[in-house]
T-cell receptor, first 115, second 111 residues
Framework: EAGVAQSPRYKIIEKRQSVAFWCNPI?????LYWYQQILGQGPKLLIQ????????DSQLPKDRFSAERLKGVDSTLKIQPAKLEDSAVYLC?????????????FGPGTRLTVL | RKEVEQDPGPFNVPEGATVAFNCTYS??????FFWYRQDCRKEPKLLMS???SGNEDGRFTAQLNRASQYISLLIRDSKLSDSATYLC????????????FGKGTHLIIQP
């Protein structure tokens, strides 16, 4: 079974530029999450989708970050404009619809460096 | 603010030894508890869930103390391949079930 796919794997931009990340969850997984992991810290939830609806975006810096999952499958996360402190790994995760298991499956992440 | 606190280490442990990690969580209403493992420059992967009665998976034993809001992980007969960062993770349940991660404990198994 294919895992969570993310692209690009690496991105280097200058501050005030814009950047977008893409995620394709495991087939059939209704719930999708975006996490931000700053070096030396654990991942921090940015946003959770259930199908194409937002369940939780309380920790998303909405002045500069946006995310969408228009068709309830793949998702994009955008930062506009980027700041130095946005340098981090952006992880996408997905979980199946059933509540029998809580495991979230993570993609390899996109490593963003803001100069 | 919900928090999960862990000792970041590093823990330097000789191969074959037993090592234990602890973490505490602040939200008494938390529903589910996990240990995730993260290798250097890789994504986190579920190591094991943590149940109130305690649970074991091979060389790994996890314990939960709800009264003290405390979670532990014990690794017996440690292997070189156990070297990684171990993330203590809490889920508050409900519809918004994003995970709250600790900063991780870095474990180095030495030959």
């Amino acid at each position: 079974e294919a895992g969570v796919a993310q692209s690009p794997r690496y991105k280097i931009i200058e501050k005030r530029q814009s950047v977008a990340f893409w995620c394709n969850p495991i087939s059939g997984h209704a719930t999708l999450y975006w996490y931000q992991q700053i070096l030396g810290q654990g991942p921090k939830l940015l946003i959770q989708f259930q199908n194409n609806g937002v369940v939780d975006d309380s920790q998303l810096p909405k002045d500069r970050f946006s995310a969408e999952r228009l068709k309830g499958v793949d998702s994009t996360l955008k930062i506009q404009p980027a700041k130095l402190e946005d340098s981090a790994v952006y992880l996408c995760a997905s979980r199946p619809r059933t509540r029998g298991g809580n495991e979230q499956f993570f993609g390899p992440g996109t490593r963003l460096t803001v100069l | 603010r919900k928090e999960v606190e862990q000792d970041p280490g590093p823990f330097n442990v000789p191969e074959g030894a037993t090592v234990a990690f602890n973490c505490t969580y602040s939200n008494s209403a938390s529903q589910s508890f996990f240990w995730y493992r993260q290798d250097c420059r890789k994504e986190p992967k579920l190591l094991m869930s943590v149940y109130s009665s305690g649970n074991e998976d091979g060389r790994f034993t996890a314990q939960l103390n709800r009264a003290s809001q405390y979670i532990s992980l014990l690794i017996r007969d440690s292997k070189l391949s156990d070297s990684a960062t171990y993330l203590c993770v809490v889920n508050d349940g409900g519809g918004a079930d994003g995970l709250t991660f600790g900063k991780g404990t870095h474990l180095i198994i030495q030959p």
